[in-house]
């Protein structure tokens, strides 16, 4: 099931939103970005639909997700 990111208390998304920064690894780019500039790109890509936040029933867990990730999920199923 997909929710809004306006649905979530702003610590709350603020939360998620650094767990998937840190569970996404480390840049390898040129620049290197603060948590903060991260923090505000990934909340740009909720705002655009390109992040996607995904609940699980099955695990009870919420997560950020590419929306590619799911239309790959759904096309494999």
């Given amino acids: 099931m997909l929710i809004s990111y306006k ?22 780019g040129e620049m290197e970005f603060s948590l903060s500039e991260k923090t505000e790109n990934v909340l ?7 992040v996607v936040i995904q609940y699980s029933q099955l695990s009870e867990s919420v997560t950020l997700i590419h929306k590619h990730q799911i239309e790959q999920q759904l096309n494999t199923n």
């Fill in 7 to 28: 649905d979530l208390q702003p610590d709350t998304l603020n939360n998620l939103i650094e767990s998937f920064i840190l569970r996404e690894g480390t840049d390898y």
């Fill in 44 to 50: 740009q890509q909720l705002k655009e639909g390109s």
